[in-house]
């Protein structure tokens, strides 16, 4: 019932349901964090370098979208500013993404920033999402350069991009 009353009052929304697919997008951060699986609780500062991100099931010839979110800004309990945008990257080349390569060959629509919860605040999920675009090459318009509040949905709708194929998250706090 409250996933159906976060829906209709558009908190979450049904292409970027904030969740974790089964099997979860592969994530992974260097040193001793290693691989995310669905809520692992990451120090802060091993966030701060982008993680290692793979779909292995991508299809080689078409092209994807990552995003990073944060739906907990700012706080979990009061998401006034949520979400926001921590990395966008378009146009990478399934073959790439396949094999965790998402920024050789690939556009960069926002730099990936790591997670800043501030103190207080609790834990805040950090969504990892992967979309399949219409085309392998999308020609996106630049984005503004304010990253909290993110039309997630309006951005999606604008370049035609359908449901999430795949996500994963992890857990920070300050």
Not at 63 to 87: E, F, K, V
Not at 91 to 98: H, R
Not at 120 to 136: I, K
Request: aromatic share 10%; charged share 10%; hydrophobic share 40%.
């Amino acid at each position: 019932m409250l996933l159906l009353l976060l829906l209709l009052s558009g908190v979450l929304t049904d292409a970027v349901y904030f969740n974790c697919t089964n099997p979860p997008l592969s994530v992974s951060f260097p040193d001793s964090v290693g691989k995310v699986l669905c809520g692992t609780v990451v120090p802060k500062p091993a966030t701060q370098l982008a993680p290692f991100v793979s779909y292995p099931n991508a299809v080689g010839s078409a092209g994807y979208l990552l995003a990073m979110l944060d739906p907990d800004a700012p706080s979990h309990q009061n998401p006034t500013r949520a979400p926001i945008r921590h990395w966008l990257v378009g146009n990478i080349p399934g073959t790439d993404l396949a094999v965790g390569n998402v920024t050789t060959s690939s556009l960069t629509l926002t730099p990936y920033a790591g997670p800043q919860p501030s103190q207080g605040t609790g834990f805040h999920r950090y969504v990892l999402f992967v979309f399949q675009q219409p085309a392998p090459v999308v020609k996106y318009a630049p984005l503004s350069s304010n990253r909290t509040n993110f039309d997630v949905d309006g951005f999606l709708d604008l370049y035609g991009i359908a449901d999430k194929q795949i996500s994963n998250f992890f857990d920070t706090e300050f």
